[in-house]
């Protein structure tokens, strides 16, 4: 039988479903005590950062002399006693005063320093002075800071930049540190090329070795990424067996799953022993722990990454990142946290420890998370999170409302500075963020994608600052003020236009199906992707199904659901259907044909409360220069003569 692959029956399984910290415990457990890297000496001025492998003790002491703290003149303090305003004392200068700077050492037989603020200068030989001084007045004594032989930092200490100062001053010049762990990261997998390379249908971009490379640095470790391996089982074992005589951790990523070509548990088997194929984590689960055998007998970390990104990450954080403290004898390094308060429900899998990502912003006084994107492979929900909340494997979820802690993956300042925007999704968006940032470097726009009444009723709730919404009224033709009075009945409100944007029907190009209509939709040989209940979009799609007497159970694919305009548009660029409604910008984006069906008013409503605020008021202003409309237009399909106005509810709302 061929390695390249293997049956049906030769599929991989997962072995067991174990707790994170069950699983991490076997590890650790199985490769030895901690703090067993080697040590190395390196100089002091170059240790930042590094684990200090043996105490450290002060050489001399600092200062090792008695110094003056003060420019001034040194005294015998005993020659000043008696001196006051009305009989001041007159000291010889070079006999009974001596002249010292900040840090000079101590003239012998002086014991104190006079500030040269306070004396009088007689002449060039005396002065006088109003005020006796005590003994080792604005004198540093020698020892102050440390004592010879003192403990300065012990092993385990992770080295900071005030540490380095403060062992030179205490005479110490190399240092005895732990050597930095490297880690070998092998990408697999025949589907997978290099950024920048020509892609055909199939091939995945690798950039998983640059996140994992990136996260080893933070932790103090130093990556060795290997050139894409193919997906073969003597393939991937020659890489591993090499891994293991130039590394301390063994990565390999992909094929941890349960596919045909999926052979890191083949290889761990192979070189060494499997400690835990599948760990109770979403995103995550296929992570494979294991250890190899190097040539000298030493059993080695053999880790299997899953190849899903979200997942990769996941696994080095809760595995590799720890391990990698364990073996230099150092405390893992932790995110920060804070209590934060769920804008809505998120149901989670009992068993499995899930980590939801979320958006952050104070909105009332209350920090809030939005969940963001979900899933294994969306790299772009940790591009975009501000942190993450851990759901226990005992919960089924987390409830709109409930507090829960957030692991930072952005500092708090920076997240206080989010205005929150939730409600409908528009490409424009993106653009008014970016010009937000680039003008106010404190503030950020993060929109969560919800639809319109969602967005109205996360203002309601006090869970974003401000709603995007389209709501059309089929009974008036106007937009969103029935549903304001409807979801935020006596709360007053500041109604601000965005853009005003072109609606229509997204199709391939060439049209194959010669879709000219919405009546075209419910045809038998037609598939629409949609957009969320709730969603402008969708709400303009059922009054326009409506008007033409069509049920949206005639409509194939009306409850395949996608969440923004892009993906979409995305969803008939790739065949996956036929047609959909969203605005022209998007179908521009992705080269589809398009057919008109109007315009609409996107605008932003935020509650009187939060108006004032100086994000709000930054936002607004950028809303409203030319520079930004020129540029929203030229994306195509909007309308920009009524952006950044204040608007008032018609006159019979």
């Known amino acids: 039988m061929s390695d390249t692959a293997l049956p049906l029956s030769g599929r991989n399984i997962y072995l067991e479903n174990i707790a994170r910290g069950k699983a991490l415990g076997r590890l650790l457990e199985k490769v030895g005590p901690a703090a067993s890297l080697a040590s190395e000496t390196v100089p002091v001025a170059g240790a930042l950062g590094r684990i200090t492998a043996a105490p450290v003790y002060a050489a001399i002491s600092s200062p090792h002399f008695h110094a003056s703290a003060m420019d001034g003149f040194a005294i015998r303090a005993e020659k000043s006693f008696g001196a006051s305003a009305i009989e001041p004392r007159a000291l010889t200068i070079g006999v009974d005063a001596f002249p010292v700077d900040t840090g000079d050492p101590l003239p012998e037989g002086t014991d104190a320093v006079i500030m040269v603020e306070v004396v009088n200068e007689i002449d060039s030989e005396t002065i006088e002075i109003e005020a006796a001084v005590a003994p080792w007045n604005h004198i540093r004594v020698a020892g102050e800071d440390v004592v010879e032989g003192e403990l300065l930092v012990p092993p385990g200490h992770r080295l900071r930049p005030y540490d380095l100062g403060g062992i030179l001053a205490a005479g110490v010049t190399g240092i005895s540190v732990r050597k930095l762990p490297v880690v070998a990261i092998i990408p697999t997998g025949d589907e997978l090329v290099a950024p920048g390379g020509n892609l055909k249908p199939g091939d995945l971009i690798e950039f998983n070795s640059v996140i994992m490379s990136a996260q080893v640095t933070e932790w103090g470790g130093e990556p060795y990424v290997y050139p894409i391996v193919e ?32 052979f890191t548990s083949a290889v761990v088997k192979k070189l060494g022993e499997l400690l835990v194929h599948g760990v109770a984590i979403f995103p995550g689960k296929p992570t494979i722990l294991g250890v190899g055998n190097s040539a000298s007998g030493r059993a080695k970390p053999l880790i299997g990454i899953p190849g899903y990104p979200v997942s990769a990450v996941l696994a080095l954080q809760e595995f590799v ?310 540029s929203v237009e030229a994306l195509g399909g909007y309308k920009t003569d009524l952006t950044g106005r204040v608007l008032t509810p018609p006159e019979d709302s």
Not at 361 to 390: C, F, N
């Open 231 to 262: 997906d073969r089982l003597a393939a991937i074992e020659e890489a591993a067996r090499d891994a293991l005589e130039r590394a301390d951790i063994v990565l390999v990523n992909a094929g941890s799953s349960a596919g045909r070509e999926d």
């Open 321 to 630: 990142r720890p391990l990698m403290a364990h073996l230099v004898g150092s405390p893992d390094r932790e995110y920060e946290s804070a209590p934060a308060v769920m804008s809505r429900k998120s149901a989670s899998r009992p068993g499995m420890e899930e980590f939801l990502r979320v958006k952050l912003g104070e909105v009332g006084g209350r920090l809030i998370a939005l969940p963001a994107k979900r899933g294994a492979s969306v790299i772009s929900s940790l591009v975009g999170a501000d942190a993450m909340v851990r759901i226990p494997p005992s919960s089924e979820g987390v409830e709109a409302g409930e507090e829960v802690r957030v692991e930072l993956l952005r500092p708090l300042s920076e997240v206080r500075g989010n205005i929150l925007m939730a409600g409908s999704h528009d490409n424009a968006l993106d653009l008014l963020a970016s010009r937000v940032k680039e003008r106010h470097r404190a503030v950020s726009l993060s929109t969560s994608a919800v639809g319109s009444m969602a967005g109205l009723i996360a203002v309601r709730g006090g869970e974003a600052h401000v709603a995007g919404s389209h709501l059309l009224d089929p009974a008036t033709g106007g937009y969103n003020w029935s549903y304001i009075r409807r979801y935020l009945k006596g709360r007053e409100v500041v109604v601000v236009n965005f853009v005003q944007r072109e609606q229509g029907i997204f199709l391939p190009p060439g049209n194959p199906k010669g879709i000219a209509s919405v009546a075209d939709l419910a045809r038998d040989d037609v598939t629409i992707a949609n957009r969320q209940s709730g969603a402008g979009t969708r709400v303009l799609l059922d009054h326009l199904l409506a008007e033409a007497g069509i049920s949206p159970a005639k409509v194939n694919g009306y409850g395949s659901v996608e969440t923004t305009h892009v993906a979409l548009a995305m969803a008939v660029a790739s065949g996956r259907a036929d047609a959909g409604l969203g605005i022209f910008a998007a179908a521009k984006l992705l080269g589809l044909e398009f057919v008109s069906l109007g315009w609409e008013r996107f605008d932003f409503i935020f509650p009187a409360e939060y108006w004032e605020i100086s994000s709000i008021q930054q936002l607004i202003e950028v809303l409203r220069e030319p520079s930004f409309a020129n």
